[in-house]
Structures are given as structure tokens and as C-alpha cells.
């Protein structure tokens, strides 16, 4: 069987696309969005895979670099911080998993209007910024899925590390295969990643069970401040740096934190509001089903998904409640109005 008819019907041709695009490009910069996760890191160290399996050269770049939780996953080349001294100019920039620029840092960000760019992504909201092709399917739920069918349209194998970077970027996006985006493509690409000797299992264990005593006291400390807004419909949790200074805890041990909210019965959306800078705050908004958390993100200037999705606000931490917390409930008070009507 040609390797082109293992891609969904749907996904065909934007993998074929892309792949042609990969053929024409190279000296190629590969960068996800800031902070990346495990879907920016897996979709990266993927497209490494790919771009080597077809002989062009690349570099891996991540302004902020790779967080501690991800850093014992093998990438196929050194992840460049800076675009000083690169090994050599690049002339077309990969961008994954990151739907605007000035998410892929701000260096970058700059120099992107004179590179080509190639944009594979999953964000709802835009068509891509890639100058010279975009993919942007938000059916997918992870950009390394996409990647997936990017490499078997390129006519590789989805084996060893290529498919343990596409197993990195599922197991994230999909909460360990758990979230409403798993679908049945999902499943039957990690089965068959699986078939391939790809360790799931053991990587899903690398990936959480490895906590440290900091990250225990902090979510501890922050399970007992949760509250809860709008008739318990909503869960939220400030976070201060004072309280990553006392628990001796990193930023990244929040990750996964937001979910936890969600645990509550009856709530509908949860919500964390991070302090990174006394007027700087990042949110995080998670939802089920039909409850829109990205148009509230999108409403202070932020995105993502349906169901998961954040933003910053430059505000004080209680301003920054106040203001998301009212964004929250006006998507809310919106959409049961909007059910109203349709009852
Ligand atoms: P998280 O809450 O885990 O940081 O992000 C959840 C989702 O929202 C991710 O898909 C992420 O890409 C998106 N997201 C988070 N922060 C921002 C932001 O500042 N702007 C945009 N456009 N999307 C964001
Ligand atoms: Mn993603």
C-alpha cells in the first residue's frame, strides 16, 4: 500500500502539500511557539526527523528553550535560544504549532518578514502566516499529528525517534488521550506508532510521574485556594510569584495545574491566572463540550482552542482577576442566552 493511503481522507492532501513544500525549501529554521509544550517540541524535533530524512539542513530554535519537564526527550540537533551566531543564514522558517508572530518570540517575530516561511498548525482563528505554504487544520488534535502525515506523504517510515516525537505531541495535546480531540485518527495513529515499538506507556510515565517536592507544595497550596465563581460554574486560582519563590517550585510546574480545577462537578470553565511580572499576568482557560473558552481568550487578546485556550494580560494580579473573571462570565451569561433562544 502506498504510504499516501495511510493518511486520512481529510488530512490528505495538506500533508501532501506541505511534504512538496519540505522538497523545495531548505536551510530551513524550525521553531514552535514560546514556552513550548510537548506538542511545540514534539512537532520540532519531527520536523528535525523529516527535514534530515530529506537531506536539508536545519536548525532548531526556541527562544525560551526547552522547559526542564521535556528537556530528557532526544531532539535530532541542538535547540538554538538566540538567532546570533546560527551555523548557517537561514533562508525559509518552519513555524509549528503557533498560529501569530508574536508568539514565536519576538527576535524571530522581526526577522520573519525576510524569510519564506512554511506554517503548520492547529490553532483555530487564521488560514497561517507562512508566506510560501500553510497548513492549518484545527480537526488536528496536535501540529505533531499533522507532522505524522507530512512524513508518511514524504514517504517515510514512522519509526524510532520520528515516531517518538509524534507520540510527544499526541500524548500532550490529547492529555494522554483523554480530551474530546481524541478521535478516531488519533487512536489509529498511535496504534499504529505503537505496532512500530513506540513506547507510549513509558513515555506518558516520563512525562508525569516525575515530580518534584516544589511542584507537590505548590499545587497543594493552590488546591486550597481555588474558589469558586458564577454558582460554582466557575473555578479559578491566582498564582503570585511569591508563591513559585516559597514552594521553590518553576512556572512549568503549573503545567497541568488548570486541568485539576476542572475536576470540580459542575463546573464549566476553569480558570488560572499566573503572575509573570508585578503587571504582567498569563491566563489559562480550560472547558468541555460546547463551552467556548477561546472566544473569551480571543476577547483579551489571546487564543487557542474551544476548549483550552489563554492569553496575557498587562495588569496587576487582582485587576487581571477582576477583568478575566468578568470576561468569563459574559462568554457564559452569552452563550446560555444563546441556548435560551434555541430551546
Ligand atoms: P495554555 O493555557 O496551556 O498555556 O494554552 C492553552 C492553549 O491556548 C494553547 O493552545 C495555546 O497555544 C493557547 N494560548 C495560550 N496562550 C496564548 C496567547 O497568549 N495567545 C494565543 N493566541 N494563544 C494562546
Ligand atoms: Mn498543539
Known sequence: ???TELIPAHFRDGACRMAAALRDVDR?????H???DGDAVGSLAAAGHILRSLGK???????????QYL????????VHTSLEHLPFTPRCALLLDCGEPHRLGRELAQRLPGLTSLNIDHHLGGDGMGSLANWVDPEAAATAQLMAYVALAAGLPLKNELACAVALGIITDTGGLCHGNTSANIFSLCARLVEDGCDLTGLRERLENTWSMGRMRLWGRLMERARLERNGEVAFCPVLLEDLRQCRALKEDLEGFVEQLRRLGGV?????????????CKFSLRSYGDTDVRATAAALGGGGHLNAAGGTLRLRSEQAAEVLLAAINAQLAKEDGL???TR
Open 1 to 3: 500500500m502506498p504510504q
Open 28 to 32: 530551513v529554521l524550525v521553531s514552535g
Open 34 to 36: 514560546v514556552n513550548p
Open 57 to 67: 539542513e536545519f536548525i532548531l530554535y526556541s527562544s525560551t528553550g526547552l522547559p
Open 71 to 78: 528537556q530528557f526527550f532526544p531532539l535530532p540537533g541542538t
Open 268 to 280: 464549566r470553565v476553569a480558570a488560572l491566572l499566573r503572575e509573570d511580572a508585578p503587571q504582567l
Open 339 to 341: 441556548s435560551g433562544e
